[in-house]
Nanobody
């Protein structure tokens, strides 16, 4: 079993930055692919960024590429999402997710999920 706890969400003006953190516990974290997803009101949950175990492979959605950066620190069992140049359309609940596998998927087929953290970008 894996527990994921997100933090770092909040209210920010357009053009600002936030850094989300996800603390993982419960199993061997370093081998797990990790992903960040988001869900806006009335919309489906969507992939934002993913990183393989040991960080060898990283993927981003087109909507955040060049603005967001995913990283991980296996020594701290944590994964991060640095979000820069935020836009109102980035407003959503952001979720951290983990896979038992090392392979990043761009779908929601992840094994474990955090409770989410709200990010609100004002115009």
């Amino acid at each position: 079993q894996v527990q994921l706890v997100e933090s770092g969400g909040g209210l920010v003006q357009a053009g600002g930055s936030l850094r989300l953190s996800c603390a993982a516990s419960g199993r061997t974290f370093s081998r797990s692919a990790m992903g960040w997803f988001r869900q806006a009101p009335g919309k489906e949950r969507e992939f934002v960024a993913g990183i393989s175990g040991f960080g060898g492979s990283i993927s981003y959605s087109d909507s955040v590429k060049g603005r967001f950066t995913i990283s991980r620190d296996n020594g701290k069992n944590s994964v991060y999402l640095q979000m820069n140049s935020l836009k109102p359309e980035d407003t959503a609940v952001y979720y951290c997710a983990a896979r038992i596998s090392n392979v990043v998927l761009l779908t929601t087929t992840y094994d474990y999920w955090g409770q989410g953290t709200q990010v609100t970008v004002s115009s």
